[in-house]
């Protein structure tokens, strides 16, 4: 039993070194956002590019359907009007599948594109993704990508409850500019 004890150690050392090595690493403002390629809950395709020229809040969170991804999206929802008038889109990412991301969509009527990163190739790009091996989920990041495709804010570790306002916030501070 005492053997046991032991490579359960290692291997949970082995994961919080995986976890905290990957945590620091960041995008810098004013860097070209990191494309993507992705489905959403209708089966759309959606990309970087189809949104050149717009502002973009693009959100990050762990699981569809949880306590604070649903306050999240919730509050993104009710900003919505509000930030497409500030000529912004909001699109939301999670490892979760489509069929996921239609159940959650259409309980909480949400009205913007919930991409599913299936591959974790995304979240893994844009540093918000947490990898235990077997289980993968992305990091409650957001990042503000400016009409020219750059990063204009970030938001690591973001409020799900403030989120949406921090980003009205940031777009009516960076057109006032």
């Known amino acids: 039993m005492e053997w046991l004890a032991i490579i359960l150690s290692i291997i949970a050392v082995g994961f919080m070194f995986r976890f905290f090595s990957t945590t620091k690493k960041v995008l810098k403002l004013g860097q070209p956002a990191p494309e993507f390629k992705l489905r959403d809950q209708f089966g759309k395709m959606h990309a970087l590019a189809d949104f050149q020229g717009k502002w973009l809040a693009l959100y990050f969170y762990p699981k569809d359907d949880t306590p604070g991804c649903t306050k999240q999206a919730c509050a993104f929802r009710d900003s919505l009007q509000q ?60 990042f503000l990508i400016d009409p020219h495709g750059k990063i204009a804010r970030m938001y690591l570790s973001a409020s799900a409850a403030h989120n949406s306002s921090a980003v009205i916030a940031d777009l009516k501070q960076l057109q006032a500019i």
């Open 83 to 142: 930030l497409t008038e500030l000529g912004a889109e909001v699109i939301g990412v999670s490892v979760d599948d489509t069929n996921s991301h239609a159940e959650f969509a259409q309980k909480f009527h949400l009205q913007f594109p919930l991409l599913a990163d299936t591959t974790a190739e995304t979240a893994a790009r844009y540093y918000s993704l947490i990898n235990l091996g077997i289980i993968k989920f992305a990091k409650r990041n957001t």
